[in-house]
């Protein structure tokens, strides 16, 4: 039944065609019948003709079909903008796909030889523009894929590292450290409940965010949830990578957000039953699709995700049956976290929804080496192996862990033992026995008088797809490790010194401008102004790598271990390591 829309009220007369080719018109019912080459021929064209009489009708506007613009002549292009603009290069119309891969692959090789320092004189100026120019082809590959690319450990001086120690600012024990990605501030937390805010390039302190206090009630009718600050002990600190928040948990149950520029608390997350124990922010630049992403870990054996973009709650992890104790991220969307107690080591593919559980608790020996060392090597060897020197530690807890790239990690426990995994095995690639050393405590007993123990690895921290990571202990030094070029293990480099209970570790790379703008950061005897003999100096001295370390006089979670005595300062200190010249 047709539409009452388009109904009209004149009456039509069927209009017979005058053409003699066409012949004389038939019915509808007729043409359908017609299984002649003609009949078939036709049809389309009755068709048409209808289809082409009903426009007309809808419009009078209608322009005829030589005047009717197709769509392939219409120029979809915004106005006012540059034709040219719209052309890569030398843009051919009858380019195949093939021919414009290749064209675009030449552009990119000439944007890559423009952007390198190609060196003349004596050399073959074309074999070293190859040789630069598959090392950058490379190096994009591996950052794309988010696998270790920067072997620089063996750059790095560690004899000579300059340091800055900040001044009396907690009462409490230290238990986090971080600085911003730009180098311009610090911050560091106690256990008295209050972050403090210091200028990284003099060491000043500029802000204090103190410990809030609840009015005074009866029991659980207390509500923290609007108080505007932490009303407990802080045991976690993270900056965003764009270092506009910093995020901040303890043991008040809540994950609280603050607007470093402004000085001020923006929200706090419940959620969590119990205390917040860690916290990592994604390491991907902020933008409309990546939002801020932040992971925080809980003594209620879950990690939550949460969006300071839109200041939201998004998913809950479970998996682990120990307190979460230590949480670190990447650019990807993954996490790794450890248990604690449960001992093992999870890898969370957030997207899908997975995890990878991957089990530790191994026991490690470790030899004294200082038995025997007057003897041969033969007799040494033969000692070694039916003496009882030897002892045996069982890892009761992994308490830290950092990642390397997106599939390859590190973990320290209790058994002062540093683990290398990856996403590809179940069990450690590598181990590290007692890399800490032996702690020796005096025990009024009668049976022993000096109990021999290992130190904890109390913090981890690698700089990000790079060869070097550092971990942290009690022993008075913070120990620099190389890993191996084909991830099959590591090795000890460097320390630096650090008296105290180191509680946390970060690795930073400041701006080119940094060294000008804190004097800290020179070395002695070297001055930045000073070009050197290669006239280059001044930039290599420019651009040192920051390592920050938070130390205190008690271990992070709880006061099994306390340092105190002449150098023991809770505060943070960050050294400034500079590339040998």
């Given amino acids: 039944m047709p539409d009452s829309f388009f109904a009209t009220t004149k009456n039509r007369k069927r209009k017979r065609s005058t ?14 019948g017609v299984k002649g080459r003609e009949g078939r021929a036709r049809k389309p064209n009755v068709l048409t003709k209808k289809k082409n009489t009903g426009d007309e009708e809808l419009s009078d506007e209608t322009k005829d079909d030589d005047e009717r613009e ?40 000439e944007s890559v030889k423009q952007g390198l320092t190609l060196a003349d004189g004596e050399f073959d100026a074309a074999e070293i523009d190859r040789e630069l120019i598959s090392a950058r082809l490379k190096q994009d590959v591996m950052e794309h894929s988010g696998k270790l690319h920067l072997f620089v450990a063996d750059t790095f001086d560690f004899t000579h590292t300059p340091s800055l120690r900040t001044k009396r600012g907690h009462r409490f024990s230290v238990t986090a450290a971080v ?8 911050y560091s937390s106690g256990k008295e409940g209050s972050i403090i805010k210091w200028d990284l390039r003099t060491g000043r302190q500029v802000h204090t965010f103190h410990k809030s206090r609840l009015d005074k009630g009866k029991g659980k009718s207390r509500d923290v949830g609007d108080v505007s600050g932490h009303i407990d002990e802080i045991w976690a600190l993270a900056i965003s990578p764009d270092g506009k928040y910093l995020a901040s948990g303890g043991k008040d149950r809540r994950v609280g957000v603050w ?32 939002p801020t992403q932040l992971y925080s870990g809980s003594y209620d054996r879950t990690l939550k995700l949460f969006d300071l973009s839109t200041m939201g709650y998004v998913e809950t992890l479970f998996g682990h049956q120990a307190p979460v104790v230590s949480i670190d991220s990447l650019r990807a969307e ?85 683990s290398l995994w990856s996403t590809q095995k179940k069990k450690p690639i590598f ?40 971990s942290g202990s009690w022993d ?22 650090a008296l105290g209970v180191v509680n946390s570790l970060q690795f930073l790379t400041p ?62 200190v960050v050294f400034a390591l500079h590339p040998r010249t």
């Avoid at 003699?20 to 019912?29: F, L, V």
């Fill in 476 to 497: 008075g030094e913070v120990r620099l490790w190389k890993l191996d070029p084909k991830l099959k293990g590591f090795s000890l480099v460097g320390t630096v010194a």
């Fill in 259 to 290: 607007d470093v520029e402004k000085n001020e608390w923006v929200k706090g997350f419940g959620g969590h039953r119990d205390c917040i124990s860690a916290l990592t922010f994604r390491k991907a630049t902020p933008s409309l699709q990546t």
């Fill in 334 to 418: 993954t996490a790794v976290s450890v248990g604690g107690r449960d001992k093992t080591v999870r890898f969370w593919k957030v997207p899908e929804e997975t995890q990878l559980v991957f089990r530790g608790g191994g026991g490690s020996k470790w030899y004294d080496d200082l038995d025997g060392m007057d003897e041969d090597d033969e007799e040494r060897r033969e000692k070694t192996k039916e003496s009882t020197t030897s002892e045996s530690f069982m890892e009761g807890s992994i308490d830290c862990v950092a990642m390397i790239d997106e599939t390859t990690f590190v973990s320290g426990g209790d058994s002062g033992s540093i």
């Fill in 70 to 109: 197709d769509i392939d002549d219409m120029d979809l292009r915004a106005p006012d903008v540059d034709p040219n603009a719209y052309e890569s290069g030398e843009e051919d119309e009858d380019e195949t796909p093939a021919e414009k891969r290749l064209r675009l692959a030449k552009i990119y090789l």
């Fill in 431 to 470: 181990t590290q026995a007692v890399a800490h050393g032996m702690d020796l405590a005096q025990e009024e007993t009668e049976d022993m008088a000096v109990v021999r123990k290992p130190r904890w690895i109390t913090a981890l921290a690698s700089l990000r797809y790079s060869d070097l990571f550092a």
């Fill in 179 to 186: 600085a911003s990605s730009d180098a311009r501030w610090l």
């Fill in 19 to 32: 053409t003699k080719d066409d012949g004389p018109s038939t019915s509808r019912k007729v043409a359908r």
């Fill in 511 to 572: 701006p080119q401008d940094f060294s000008g703008a804190a004097p800290w950061t020179s070395r002695p005897g070297i001055s930045r102004e000073d070009p050197g003999p290669s006239g280059n100096h001044a930039k290599k001295s420019g651009s040192p790598v920051l390592l920050v370390a938070g130390v205190g006089q008690e271990t992070r979670l709880g006061r099994w271990v306390q340092r105190k005595g002449e150098g023991h300062v809770n505060g943070a």
